[in-house]
């Protein structure tokens, strides 16, 4: 069963290994960790729903403690303590698209306000109930599920919006096709929030991101239903799907999603391979990326996360026995692991593999080959359990991400880190460590994890984690980098967002969203931030 | 010098070939040219101008008439007749984008109108001033024409709006880079007129749409400033690129775009084949583009146009020996030509090109290489001289496009060529014949020329096209297609609009423009059916 307080299914669990603990340990002292809250005692803090009744909307304590929060630090820290601030009036569970245009209907009506809910993976707040004097009703797809149709001859599927990673795969799969958008919250997310907070997967360099998959579909606004048909190209005036994706439930309630598939491929690999040091690997990877090899996904670690990764695989010999052959061939300290896949045709794969290996010989980096690569696949949708292994010991953990140009990719990384490290707290140390992820030929995502010791109470702990949150934010506008280049914006991130969409930008996209919502019905104060104070402030 | 009543320079000719003349005419019919109006005619004709005073503002008649039309058919009878109907009352040329934001609000103090205006290319009436009792100013972008910054690491380049194809090209291959935005207009369209109405170039699959090289830039509106910064990716929010691509002057004035570049290419080579009938040949490009191979272009012409292609070439007996061979070789009557290009590293282009020419020889097609390639390649961008050409001898040409899903290609081409055969007029003929020029997985633009003679009046040959053109588009909005793939909106293609973006979708993009210009200052009728009456309909 899914974890009511953290993430994923209770029966996958990943411990830190023990010479993951002592690396830990000996980089940020030993740790207590804080006590956990009891369902039981969290069923008794849900006060009574104001919501009217209403025969598809659930109001039960536990339903409606499930839907309260996502997976940012803050809805963690609130989780696990039990102290949640605020939860739905209620939870609706439509099955169909009509249901959904009803629900909003009858949310004007009885003047409710909604939350359209995906997964409920956020790391934004983007599915947090606001305060307010109204009930507050989430919006679940879950019930919305299923394949709807599937057009070969021109690739495009239809989904329900509530799909999640796994079921898209599966039902795409029985027919031969795949999408092929593999974010980290794979498991638990779903192609309809992918729409609403602009998503990308782990291999967007082949299947590219949400933005070049999704072909149209059905969203219910206030004002009416709005169909985006399936053209494959079009000049005809600003494009519609732009201004849905990355909407974040403030325009409508996306119920239908059409996407572009493709076959199976024919083959794949996953490869890894060491540079010497991080200006060589960075070179590297961008000239890959600038000569338009068909590669399928490419990432490059820092030297900490190359450390850091190999020190948690718990394979100690093996790991020794690894660095003492890149030592050998000139990659000592400060190399850096970059993993790369080729999928599709045989022929092309085997072609694109030998040019990817001849440059990364020619920069005097080494490639090792399948076995780590496979090990990269098969825990590739593993990181978001990784929080509770650290947990258990005392030690929190999260992540920040931003794109910027190719020109500001160091310099951005650098003050990124410096920040956590500037601002986890007198005497404090934080680990800090980053990988590039998704690479365009203009510049590249830059994907930062940092784990420190809770402190000595949960308000405390979540004090110091705003320190370095913001702290980062600051860095990432002050080079030029997007607020999120996968996360979204929701509540967290909706004060830094006029730094990338300036005065004009925010004003139009506010006009978009009373044009869509004019009673500020759907989601208030996500995106942007105009009409209710940030939640992590208040909590 | 550049025509002021055709295409491109007056030093640049091409008349019809005597076998071109001899099949047209069995085909059609003799016809006899109408008469062209002398510029002296026109200029007589030029009311005085209502603009008040200001001195980046000329008023002089031949200005006015230089900036009056595009190089739709409509405008192009205009021309040609010397009816220009209306003509803007003064041509304003800035030179920078502080001068377009004064020039906007000194619009705004004396109640004009404002059309901006790029090359002049538009073949939808995107330019064309409307009919109002305010005086209309066009905004030409013309002085903004330089590289203005070269970020080489990023590969991002800054232009002025108003730098034509050539010269974004040649000030870029100075530095050893290149855009790659190839639209059969590029000889005189430019860099922010391609933002402005979303335009896709002929090697779109290597390159990208404009909205693939689109990467910020600055607007001015009539609420201020949009400055949009260079992110290579993001997910905060909807993205403003987006709207502003395909506004078509209807939010602001794009004076500088940021786009995307990359190095010239090792090497490049375009190749010529053919296959035996259009399913096949169907079939065969639409695999070649989902296998996601990395061709550089891929155009299919259908039999009728192979045909005529063939036949207009001019090299009888080169021709005729071809015609042998592809019989031989069992491609016949029905045979389609197929143009492929392959762009890029040496070794991948070597590899890509093998694997093309093996698909196409395993569905019985012919490769017969590069020498009607190159053919192609130095006659790109001379398609509309050939009006020219044509019209001399009384005929008249016109093309019109879309795109859709695969599964509707064949049906919306048949549609679209049976509309104009069924609408050219009781005894009249019509030669049609169409390629597929831009494909992507899920489906293809379709792109369709019919030729035909010219009344015994200006005024009857525009109603012989619009009963045509009207046909053409019904054509293509009930097969679900894209009323324009590559051409935009403009005021000709407004009222078709409604049935790809819906009544909401309609709904939003008025919103939209009316936040940005709350008095429809701007290019009032251009886009949405909204503030004016057709043009066309009244000239």
Known sequence: MRRWNGWGD???????????????????????????????????????????????????????????RGQSLPDWLAMRSGDFG???????????????????????????????????TSVAGHINPPASDKPVLTLSLAGMNKLLHLDKE????????????????????????????????????????????????????????????????????????????????????????????????????????????????????????????????????????QAKLPLSMLRLSNAEETRTHLMLAGHERLVSVLHRYLSLRGCRNEKCMITFGVTGEKSLVRHTLATVKKRIRAVGGTVVGELLGKKWEESRFRSPYLRHGLWEHGYVVDTFETAVDWNQVTPAMNAMEQAV????????????????????????????????????????????????KEAASEAIVAHGGTISHQHGVGRDHAPWLHHEKGEQGIAALTSLVKHFDPQQRLNPGCLLDDTQPRIEKES
């Open 154 to 289: 021109s690739q495009i599927a239809t989904f329900g919006a509530g799909t999640p990673g796994p079921e898209v795969e599966n039902q795409l799969r029985e027919q031969g096709y795949m999408l092929g958008h593999f974010p980290q919250s794979w498991e638990l997310s779903t192609v309809g929030g992918w729409v609403a907070s602009r998503s990308s997967g782990q291999q967007s360099m082949r299947y590219g991101r949400i933005e070049q998959m999704f072909a149209g579909g059905r969203i219910e606004t206030p004002r009416g239903t709005l169909d985006i048909p399936t053209i494959p190209a079009s000049s005809a005036g600003p494009d519609l799907r732009e201004m849905i994706m990355g909407s974040e439930g403030r325009m409508g309630v996306i119920s239908e999603v059409k996407v572009r598939v493709t076959p199976l491929p024919e083959t794949e690999t996953f490869q890894v391979a060491f540079a010497p040091d991080w200006e060589t690997a960075k070179t590297l990877v961008r000239s890959l990326t």
């Open 86 to 120: 605020r939860f739905p009036d209620g939870v609706a569970m439509p099955t169909k698209s009509a249901e959904v245009k009803r629900l909003l209907a009858w949310a004007q009506d009885n003047d409710v306000l909604v939350i359209p809910y995906g997964g409920g």
């Open 421 to 468: 490290r500037d601002n986890v707290g007198e005497g404090e140390k934080v680990h800090v460590f980053t990988h590039l992820s998704h690479l365009y030929p203009q510049g590249s995502s830059i994907y930062t994890t940092y784990v420190f010791r809770s402190s000595d109470s949960y308000h405390n702990t979540l004090q110091r984690w705003h320190a370095m």
């Open 10 to 68: 209770s029966a996958n669990h990943y411990p830190l290994k023990a010479s993951g603990l002592t690396f830990l340990q000996s980089r940020l002292g030993t740790a207590t960790p804080l006590p956990d809250a009891e369902m039981a005692t969290v069923l008794q803090a849900v006060p009574a729903s104001r919501m009217p009744d209403h025969p598809l909307i659930r109001t039960d304590a536990e339903t409606r403690i499930r839907h309260a």
